[in-house]
């Protein structure tokens, strides 16, 4: 099961207490103080790992603590120090304080070791407090308390191109097609219910990460259908792509125009990525009716591309020399067909492109 955001509440260990303790040997009727320290309390660490990919795991564990030190002993022995808590969470979460909502940790990289939490300071054996006028004394000091927190982990997914659609567009048929990712594809509406990761092979040892997320509809920034919940999956991405189904009962210009009001609703630094615009379907129409589709979505938004090939327009450098590019209009625009592969290779070529550009 998939799990984006789950609440737990941590403790690291509290310091074991120094002892109270006199050396008992032969001969020697009142020996001195050699009570020894009490152990240091568990630390709390949080590690990256990418072989976990969803926060499932801390279902139905709400407490994670970790142990907490031994009492000192005689003879002027340590106690044993508590034993540290890792954590392991996959890459792109953040540990959020439920209290005051701070992000305290955004965990990126993989195998990233950090302290969360110190453990408690073991308290001090007698045998610290023996002076001219106390020869034998009585008191140790007590452990430090260890530190409780209450955290909400939260699991961004790390990709460099966030498809961004309507239910059913083909988005899920995409990412399978063009990596080894399995996601569950039906010809029904919000057949993806989880976000899911493909990894996209585009030769000579070079890959970028494409990231699927549930369909979006209008009012999603505002919590409707299941965007809102899932649309912080494409924050971190570099490149937003825009999967238009051609052959939808819904106009093109709508639907592209539902979805950058929806991505900017929720987060206006999102809505200034670099973007392309995909028209998916291609096959369900008419040579001719694709064209002339394509031509009046660029005429419906002024956005001036130069034609590269049938069905490709893209976006020139405002310098010949300098490759600049106007982030407000689309890097480029494609029809391509799943079904057929119609473009695909061109589609990874551009995406791949786009990512370099935008590191």
Same mark, same amino acid.
């Given at each position: 099961m998939f799990v984006d955001s789950v609440e737990i509440f941590v403790s690291s260990g509290k310091g074991g207490e120094g002892a109270v303790s006199f050396r008992r040997e032969k001969f020697v009727i009142n020996g001195g103080p050699d009570g020894g320290d009490g152990g240091k309390g568990g630390s709390v660490y949080f590690k /990256?790992?990418?072989? +976990?990919d969803? =926060? &499932?795991?801390?279902?139905g564990h709400k407490h994670f603590k970790a142990q907490n030190g031994?009492? #000192?002993l005689g003879r002027n022995k340590y106690g044993k120090k508590g034993e540290d808590l890792e954590i392991i969470v996959p890459p792109g979460t953040q540990v959020i304080d439920l209290e005051n909502g701070e992000i305290l940790l955004d965990l990126l990289q993989d195998g990233e070791r950090v302290l969360f939490l110190e453990g408690g300071k073991g308290g001090l054996g007698n045998a610290h407090f023996k002076s001219a006028t106390n020869q034998r004394p009585t008191y140790a000091q007590k452990g430090l308390p260890g530190i409780d927190k209450k955290i909400r982990l939260e699991l961004k997914l790390i990709a460099d191109v966030g498809l961004v659609g309507f239910p059913n567009v083909g988005k899920s048929t995409l990412v399978s097609v063009l990596s080894h990712a399995k996601p569950q594809i039906a010809n029904y509406e919000f057949t993806t219910l $989880?976000? &899911? =990761? #493909? $990894? /996209?092979d585009v030769g000579e040892f070079r890959s970028f990460v494409i990231a699927d997320i549930p369909g979006i509809i209008g009012g999603a920034s505002e919590g409707k259908g299941l965007g809102l919940e899932f649309l912080k999956h494409i924050e971190r991405t570099r490149f937003l792509l825009f999967v238009i189904d051609i052959s939808n009962y819904r106009e093109i210009a709508e639907q592209f125009k539902t979805l950058r009001e929806e991505v900017e609703k929720f987060s206006q630094e999102l809505s200034k990525r670099p973007f392309g /615009? $995909?028209? +998916?379907k291609l096959d369900v129409l008419e040579e001719g009716e694709i064209s002339q589709k394509l031509e009046d979505f660029l005429q419906e938004f002024d956005f001036k591309l130069k034609?590269?090939?049938?069905e490709l327009y893209i976006q020139t450098s405002k310098e010949e020399y300098i490759l600049e590019f106007d982030k407000n209009i689309p890097q480029f625009v494609l029809g391509i067909s799943s079904v057929m592969g119609k473009n695909l290779e061109i589609l990874k070529k551009y995406l791949y492109e786009s990512v370099k550009r935008n590191a």
């Open positions: /990256v790992d990418r072989n +976990t969803t =926060l &499932s795991h801390f279902r031994q009492p #000192g $989880i976000p &899911s =990761l #493909g $990894i /996209v /615009v $995909i028209f +998916t034609k590269e090939e049938e």
